[in-house]
């Protein structure tokens, strides 16, 4: 009966404590319920006010959203380390911030490569390499750009099929970009015939090009003399389009084709094809008349 007495004026001394310390803590527990609310409260319109500063130097949508969510969870996890100083919670605090990092730690290692995209993906848009619609070739693949998100990039092949690029995979690769400068350029080599006139065949060439092909005037048609080949002297027309498409550089290049094809048989400059020489009256090789027998007469 002593022992049971005893114990209940243990266990009514500890609850006299605990009121005592809820009491005495009532103030500082008020204060941090008042700061926890009004921090939920006031990160929406952090959000907005976030949101509405970055707007003004970024137009992506989808980059935006993101700073603006961060800035918020940096916002409130701040608040809820301010709440737990009012409650005295040190201790707590510290192991908080230490779990965190050991947890941080370890999603960091599990999740790199997704996060590795995120930020590739931010640092693009921030760099603009380049804009959804830009024809652009990047890791074997050559296309379009359909769409940029935080993970991947969409690219569209000119034969129809859609690609999907890890961010990474494409900020560490190299980029050409054929939409980025508003021009593409064609390099139309040709050859002609040893006995031809080469002035001739440049005043021709050039006249040709300016006449029926569709390119940009405001650039001129550029003629270069490049080789002494087997059975031709190989030149090189360049001329410049202010329309990057593929199709139209394609068409351009076809024009080209056939201008200097019309132009070269209408002054009759020859553009040489590969020719073989046979000779079979070679020592050790068979006569011609010999090549030519009938396989019958042979066996008589």
Same mark, same amino acid.
């Given at each position: 009966?002593?022992?049971?007495?005893?114990?209940?004026?243990?266990?009514?001394?500890?609850i006299q404590e605990w009121l005592n310390a809820l009491i005495a803590g009532l103030p500082n527990l008020i204060l941090a319920a008042f700061v926890l609310v009004m921090a939920v409260f006031l990160s929406r319109y952090v959000r907005k006010y976030i949101t509405k500063l970055i707007g003004r130097f970024s137009n992506n949508l989808t980059i935006n959203s993101l700073i603006s969510n961060i800035a918020t969870a940096a916002f409130l996890l701040i608040m809820l380390f301010i709440v737990l100083g009012i409650l005295g919670l040190d201790t707590a605090l510290t192991s908080l911030l230490a779990g965190a990092g050991v947890v941080g730690l370890?999603?960091?290692?599990?999740?790199?490569?997704?996060?590795?995209?995120?930020?590739?993906?931010?640092?693009?848009?921030?760099?603009?390499?380049?804009?959804?619609?830009?024809?652009?070739?990047?890791?074997?693949y050559f296309g379009i750009i359909e769409a940029v998100?935080?993970?991947? #990039?969409?690219?569209?092949?000119? #034969?129809?099929?859609?690609?999907?690029?890890?961010?990474?995979?494409?900020?560490?690769?190299?980029?050409?970009?054929?939409?980025?400068?508003?021009?593409?350029?064609?390099?139309?080599?040709?050859?002609?015939?040893?006995?031809?006139?080469?002035?001739?065949?440049?005043?021709?060439?050039?006249?040709?090009?300016?006449?029926?092909?569709?390119?940009?005037?405001?650039r001129p048609v550029e003629f270069f003399y490049e080789s002494f080949g087997d059975s031709s002297i190989n030149f090189i027309v360049r001329y410049?389009?202010?329309? #990057?498409?593929?199709?139209?550089?394609?068409?351009?290049?076809?024009?080209?084709?056939?201008?200097?094809?019309?132009?070269?048989?209408?002054?009759?400059?020859?553009?040489?094809?590969?020719?073989? #020489?046979?000779?079979?009256?070679?020592?050790?090789?068979?006569?011609?008349?010999?090549m030519l027998k009938p396989a019958g007469l042979q066996n008589d």
């Open positions: 009966m002593d022992n049971i007495n005893a114990s209940l004026e243990v266990f009514w001394e500890k370890a999603v960091g290692l599990a999740v790199q490569d997704p996060l590795m995209n995120v930020f590739s993906g931010i640092l693009m848009s921030t760099k603009s390499l380049y804009n959804v619609g830009d024809l652009v070739e990047t890791n074997g998100n935080l993970r991947s #990039t969409i690219l569209r092949k000119l #034969t129809g099929e859609m690609v999907l690029l890890p961010n990474t995979s494409v900020i560490q690769s190299p980029l050409i970009n054929y939409s980025a400068s508003g021009l593409r350029r064609i390099d139309l080599s040709c050859g002609i015939s040893y006995g031809d006139d080469l002035e001739k065949v440049k005043a021709v060439t050039l006249k040709a090009i300016t006449s029926h092909v569709d390119y940009d005037n405001n410049w389009l202010s329309e #990057t498409s593929q199709k139209s550089w394609l068409e351009a290049r076809s024009q080209g084709i056939m201008a200097l094809k019309a132009a070269f048989d209408q002054n009759d400059i020859m553009i040489p094809f590969p020719i073989r #020489t046979l000779d079979f009256g070679i020592k050790g090789g068979e006569k011609l008349d010999s």
